[in-house]
């Protein structure tokens, strides 16, 4: 390319999908065959069938790829094996809207036709988020493409049910669900949301069965009452203690009920005493459970009253509770209502509010599960970071409660158990397994499917063939790192933990990498429903996927919530064009460059050597840390600060000099380089196109090595003499500037007085004089001064005394006026107490800032006042 023109503007759109292209089609992505190499290897956390890229994905499999990318630099066998979730609720949702906008629906068309346009929807689109990935850059290898309905992924999962059947570990129980009365199935927490509404509290009579009084009960959901098997109240509570244990009579349905003493009961709370509804209820039924109570189930599967509650049988539970509150207050019970505030908990995806329902499900028993997974965690086996995510993987762990796993869908694994025609029950992975285990004829299968969380929890080691010993397993299992929202520790996380060692024995990954949450610039969460939602997609489109990496990598660190601004993309966007312009500049001063190292280099060139060995050993001690926004703020520094600012500048010179080119050519040609190689990880395409500009090509930044540090680079006392040099640019520089004189105008003599060690050639170039002279002009000049050092400069005909003299007058009003409002401010004890201390120490550091500010001007007004 050095041949041809190089455009000056980096240009994304024409570059991210080619080098995509020639990775894959190079075999990048993949681990190759077995060798000596380390191996790293993550399986992604899989993504819905039905999803698409947001920003918290843009992040989560950003992070992944940028781990893999920096291993395979580091000289591991590295394996990023993708794939999709199933989404059971997610994806029968979708299809029962396809099939409603063609006029038919689940129902009318029957389970094995809704598969088939299921299945045939996932072929067409369900591979969106896949591509969405390829476009990030995500160098996973998709000849392993996994889904959690493949036949063979299937078959573990039916393996894993069966095995825990057989032991014990799965019963058919009844326990109170969050019911979807859209959807018609239980739906994990996971699956819901908490919202907030404004709603009524409504205190109802409950008078006892021999006419004595009454107990007044609070409750926001008077349509369950009808339910109700008991008035519970706590032992310690006076008020009832003489009554517990006499019968009350419910209201509207006549039946009597017990008042009953449970811990359960706040007696602070209301009048103390609460309706027991077991059906409708979790803590309800957990009281039922201990109190030998009746479970009554007055709403069935779409909210609704059942059949025997006449007048309300057959109202939904709206319509109901408006009925029986009508009711209520005519006959006499209500007491009054309250405006309350009521928690629903609200399916994602119906949007409905959920119902607790007492129901038949499948449960997994995992208390035993639990504690190999508690003892990972503990013996450092598993590790987290940030750490502080263990506590709560244990917490949970450690008090963890059976898991209902039945969801009453299509769309998914079928539970394996098989009811024989004597009613008899057995678990197998097929039909003819089933009759050969029972010695009995089947009649039929169950047909609720598994939780999708059941079979995701299997992931780490089916996708690599498991329960087949194959070489995937043997070299990649357990998985190096689990890249995850914090989300999901509990309801993934740690059911992967306890799946993984109870089928394999194994941990299913040495760490969990928790990533942060993006959040919206004010700190809101990204939501398409709230339009809050920034789309990752279109940032690309506009601004390159490179750009998007570098906006969210910066800013993740240990901080766990990081906000989404459109700016730093754009900061990113000029950031890659500094870059490529950079890139280009160092490829059109390499012509007739061979490689060879010169004999001899420079301060300057050995300066930026040693700059460039801090530079690879911290960064790479930031990947490895998990800690990309540390790995973003070295690279940066070290580009624009070290190599743009400082060397290529001071290195102009020599580089347009036939004779003293080759040092500074081989110094940006190897330094250059390995800042792309670091930066690779971060923005892979950019970098990769960079380096295709360079005359003497070294391969694809993919396929390179992670550069060496050389013990002679590293040289702290030299570095410390050249900042010392570039600080007095810097300073020499301010006071060009308090003189108005162009920044780049060459000027005759910079005068000093001082120890330079060395520096004159740098600072005279930097700050752009002809000579750096030793000694104290004559005549009228004004200083500054820098690690020791005097510098001075010939004002001259440079400025307008008179002109100047009344600048610096009216600044020195200014300033003094200014230090005068501070020092009332700090010498103010009032102030002083009042203020927060780090507000104070700020104002005492102005205000001494302000003094050295008046000194100098001071002096300088009096060389214009002569």
Request: charged share 25%.
């Amino acid at each position: 390319m050095s041949g041809q023109e190089i455009a000056t503007r980096y240009d994304a759109s024409q570059v991210e999908q080619k080098w995509y292209q020639a990775w894959e089609e190079a075999g990048c992505f993949q681990p190759g065959e077995p060798d000596d190499r380390p191996v790293f290897s993550i399986t992604i956390p899989p993504p819905n069938v039905t999803g698409s890229l947001h920003m918290g994905h843009a992040l989560c499999y950003g992070l992944q790829d940028m781990l893999a990318r920096f291993k395979r630099l580091t000289g591991h066998r590295v394996l990023v094996l993708p794939g999709q979730d199933h989404a059971g609720i997610a994806t029968q949702s979708v299809v029962e809207k396809l099939l409603r906008s063609e006029g038919t629906s689940g129902a009318q068309i029957g389970r094995e036709k809704f598969l088939e346009r299921a299945w045939q929807w996932r072929r067409e689109s369900g591979d969106t988020i896949l591509g969405q990935f390829r476009r990030l850059g995500c160098s996973f290898d998709w000849t392993r493409e996994r889904f959690t309905l493949d036949d063979h992924y299937a078959d573990a999962v039916l393996r894993v049910f069966v095995d825990w059947f057989d032991r014990g570990l799965i019963y058919r129980g009844l326990r109170v669900v969050n019911w979807d009365p859209v959807l018609m199935t239980s739906v994990s927490d996971i699956e819901t949301e908490r919202k907030v509404v404004k709603g009524k509290l409504y205190r109802v009579r409950y008078p006892f069965a021999d006419g004595s009084g009454h107990v007044v009960v609070a409750t926001t959901r008077p349509e369950t009452m009808l339910g109700d098997v008991a008035v519970a109240v706590n032992p310690s509570d006076p008020r009832y203690k003489d009554h517990v244990g006499k019968s009350l009579q419910l209201p509207l349905v006549g039946r009597e009920i017990p008042l009953i003493a449970d811990h359960h009961p706040d007696p602070e709370f209301g009048t103390g005493a609460v309706k027991v509804t077991p059906g409708h209820d979790a803590d309800d039924f957990e009281i039922g459970q201990r109190h030998s109570l009746e479970t009554l189930i007055v709403l069935d599967d779409r909210a609704r009253v059942v059949e025997g509650y006449e007048p309300y049988s057959g109202l939904d539970r709206a319509e109901a509770r408006k009925r029986i509150v009508a009711d209520l207050q005519e006959q006499g019970y209500l007491e009054g209502e309250d405006a309350h505030e009521i928690a629903l908990v609200v399916s994602s995806r119906s949007g409905e509010a959920t119902e607790p329902l007492a129901s038949e499900q499948w449960f997994v028993r995992q208390t035993e599960l639990a504690a190999p997974a508690i003892e990972a965690v503990k013996s450092g086996q598993i590790r987290f970071f940030p750490e502080r995510y263990s506590g709560i993987y244990l917490e949970w762990l450690e008090n963890i409660r059976d898991w209902c796993v039945s969801r009453q869908l299509w769309w998914g694994h079928q539970i394996p158990v098989y009811y024989a025609e004597d009613g008899s029950v057995v678990a197998a992975t097929s039909w003819e397994e089933a009759e050969v285990k029972s010695g009995k004829r089947i009649a039929r299968q169950d047909t609720d499917v598994l939780d999708t969380w059941f079979s995701s929890g299997l992931w780490p080691f089916a996708t690599l063939g498991w329960p087949e010993e194959t070489s995937d397993l043997q070299e990649f299992f357990p998985t190096s790192v689990l890249v995850t929202s914090r989300d999901i520790i509990y309801l993934w996380v740690a059911r992967m933990a306890m799946a993984s060692l109870d089928a394999t024995g194994k941990i299913p990954f040495h760490e969990v990498y928790v990533y942060a949450t993006v959040l919206t610039e004010d700190g809101k969460r990204m939501s398409k429903s709230l339009g809050t939602g920034v789309d990752p997609m279109n940032v690309i489109q506009e601004k390159g996927a490179d750009a998007l990496r570098f906006t969210l990598f910066s800013q993740t660190g240990e901080n766990q919530d990081i906000r989404y601004l459109e700016r730093r993309t754009v900061d990113a966007r000029n950031f890659a064009n500094k870059v490529w312009n950079a890139s280009r500049f160092v490829a059109q001063n390499l012509a007739g460059f061979d490689g060879a190292q010169p004999a001899e280099l420079g301060e300057m060139d050995r300066w930026l050597l040693s700059r460039l060995a801090q530079a690879i050993q911290e960064v790479r001690a930031a990947y490895e840390g998990y800690d990309p926004q540390t790995a973003c703020s070295a690279l940066y520094r070290f580009f624009w600060s070290d190599l743009c600012d400082w060397y290529i500048e001071v290195s102009k010179g020599r580089l347009a000099d036939e004779a003293t080119r080759h040092a500074p050519q081989w110094v940006l040609e190897t330094a250059l380089r390995a800042f792309l190689v670091m930066l690779h990880p971060i923005m892979p395409h950019l970098t990769e196109e960079a380096a295709s500009l360079m005359p003497r090509s070294q391969g694809m930044i993919a396929n390179s090595s992670w550069p060496e540090v050389r013990p002679a680079w590293n040289d702290p006392q030299l570095e410390a003499r050249v900042e010392r040099w570039l600080d007095a640019v810097r300073t020499v520089r301010a006071m060009r500037a308090e003189m108005q004189v162009t920044p780049g105008k060459r000027l005759p003599e910079l005068y000093f007085e001082g120890d330079l060690e060395g520096g004159e050639t740098v600072i005279g170039s930097q700050a752009w004089f002809d000579a750096v002279v030793p000694g104290r002009p004559t005549g009228r000049f004004v200083s500054t001064t820098s690690f020791g050092s005097d510098f001075h400069l010939l004002v001259g005909d440079l400025v307008d005394s008179e002109k100047e003299a009344a600048r610096l007058a009216k600044r020195l009003e200014a300033l003094v006026d200014e230090a005068e409002k501070l020092e009332a401010r700090v010498s103010n004890e009032d102030f002083v107490a009042r203020a927060k201390p780090e507000i104070v120490e700020r104002e005492r550091l102005a205000l001494a800032d302000r003094k050295a500010e008046i000194e100098k001007v001071r002096t300088w007004l009096s060389v214009f006042s002569r």
